[in-house]
């Protein structure tokens, strides 16, 4: 069954650094997302990625935060200067399939962040 | 700002009995209501969905309720199974995005 990929499965990095987390969604979808949910949290919701532009995006998306899909496969969630709080696990989703539906995401593994 | 709460952090029950799990939401334009289930340190897998304009879903041992004038939803398993002990949380879409409640976590005792 069709998968979506997550790299690294945990990224430990300090305050202050760039972090790219990478993400593999499902080959034929059409919608792209990452969420994240901190420690004892809810899963929260970042950005929507649709026709190669940010759909949507929280106010947790500040300009900290930027999302890319540089080839065909590949969807990028970079922080440019990471703070504490930004540790979390980090989920990439995608959606919508050949009938262009995206009410169900189907999520990866996701990447444990930890900002030193 | 709690669009989707999951009242319950917790449920046991026992293997073979029912297991509800229950949502309520406050926004009425939700227009689809799913539920995801998380085994720890995996993503959310979904489970069964629901359109604003049912009532119920089906799908083998997984039941869904929306009482949209309560602005509630359930989750219905039978029979429980201990594979079945997991996070279990509901979420609503609002335009392009999922809104998570909290999680209820269900253990399944044989």
């Known amino acids: 069954e069709p998968e979506v990929t997550q790299t690294p499965s945990h990224q430990v990095t300090q305050m202050g650094q760039e972090v790219i987390l990478r993400c593999v969604p499902i080959?034929?979808?059409?919608?792209f997302y990452w969420y994240r949910q901190i420690l004892g949290q809810k899963v929260e919701f970042l950005v929507s990625?649709?026709?190669?532009?940010?759909?949507?995006k929280s106010e947790i998306f500040d300009d900290q935060f930027s999302v890319e899909r540089p080839d065909g496969s590949n969807f990028t969630l970079k922080i440019r200067s990471t703070k504490l709080e930004d540790s979390a696990m980090y989920f990439c989703?995608?959606?919508?399939?050949?009938?262009?539906?995206?009410?169900?995401?189907?999520f990866g593994s996701g990447t444990q962040l930890s900002v030193l | 700002d709690q669009q989707v709460k999951q009242n319950s952090p917790s449920l046991s029950v026992q293997e073979g009995r029912i297991s509800i799990l229950n949502c309520d939401y406050t926004n009425s334009m939700f227009d689809y209501f799913l539920w995801y289930k998380k085994y720890p340190a995996e993503g959310p897998t979904f489970l069964i969905s629901i359109s604003s304009i049912k009532d119920k879903n089906e799908d083998g041992r997984f039941t869904v309720f929306l009482n949209k004038s309560a602005k509630h939803l359930s989750l219905h398993i039978v029979p429980s199974q201990p594979g079945d002990s997991a996070v279990y949380f509901c979420a609503a879409r609002q335009g392009g995005k999922l809104i998570f409640g909290q999680g209820t976590e269900l253990s399944v005792k044989p």
């Open positions: 990625f649709y026709n190669n532009e940010i759909s949507e």
């Open positions: 989703a995608s959606a919508g399939g050949p009938r262009l539906t995206n009410e169900k995401l189907f």
């Open positions: 080959s034929n979808h059409l919608y």
